[in-house]
T-cell receptor, first 111, second 112 residues
Framework: EAQVTQNPRYLITVTGKKLTVTCSQNMNHEYMSWYRQDPGLGLRQIYYSMNVEVTDKGDVPEGYKVSRKEKRNFPLILESPSPNQTSLYFC??????????FGPGTRLTVL | KQEVTQIPAALSVPEGENLVLNCSFTDSAIYNLQWFRQDPGKGLTSLLLIQSSQREQTSGRLNASLDKSSGRSTLYIAASQPGDSATYLCAVRGASGSRLTFGEGTQLTVNP
């Protein structure tokens, strides 16, 4: 089954404790992206990747890192999480110009 | 910077009605436009994708149109059902093909 998977689905952590949210897709897509969704602000792009080893900042990249060492994986790294990074995070993938597929989301709470 | 606006923010209709959701965008240099559905606490499901060279796309009871020059798209839902209740999001992909900008969505409730 074609899908985008994210782990963990739910995470509660404390300020400053490094964490990684994994994202994997099995559709051989070139494009992968990370978004955060917040009430009243909608979905905002954090980082995107157009292929292996090619990444670029989206609209809200501060406090986040990404890497794309393999085509199928695009982890999101929070080196020193802060409470303002409490949000619902989505990973997505697509082929250029085609339908974007979203993962189920990761609900992160930073205390 | 691309800005995407969706009107109305919320809509409540009785079952069986035909309805139209609106999306407008400020920069007409787009690659494509996509409509999504999001159920509470869930991820996004793609409904329709319209390439910049197309005027409309249809899938079942859904029809999406695109007027790139005026920066507008509409999503038409025919014969609405309670199962259509969800938030509908419009997203525009920029001309470079990489950046996707979302509207804030229209929360639709279809009452039995």
């Amino acid at each position: 089954e074609a899908q985008v998977t994210q782990n963990p689905r739910y995470l509660i952590t404390v300020t400053g404790k490094k964490l990684t949210v994994t994202c994997s897709q099995n559709m051989n897509h070139e494009y992968m992206s990370w978004y955060r969704q917040d009430p009243g602000l909608g979905l905002r792009q954090i980082y995107y990747s157009m292929n292996v080893e090619v990444t670029d900042k989206g609209d809200v990249p501060e406090g986040y890192k990404v890497s794309r060492k393999e085509k199928r994986n695009f982890p999101l790294i929070l080196e020193s999480p802060s409470p303002n990074q409490t949000s619902l995070y989505f990973c997505a993938s697509s082929s250029p110009g085609y339908t974007q597929y979203f993962g189920p989301g990761t609900r992160l709470t930073v205390l | 910077k691309q800005e995407v606006t969706q009107i109305p923010a919320a809509l409540s209709v009785p079952e069986g009605e035909n309805l139209v959701l609106n999306c407008s965008f400020t920069d007409s240099a787009i690659y494509n436009l996509q409509w999504f559905r999001q159920d509470p606490g869930k991820g996004l499901t793609s409904l329709l994708l319209i390439q910049s060279s197309q005027r409309e796309q249809t899938s079942g009871r859904l029809n999406a149109s695109l007027d790139k020059s005026s920066g507008r798209s509409t999503l038409y839902i025919a014969a609405s059902q309670p199962g259509d209740s969800a938030t509908y999001l419009c997203a525009v992909r920029g001309a470079s093909g990489s950046r996707l900008t979302f509207g804030e969505g229209t929360q639709l409730t279809v009452n039995p």
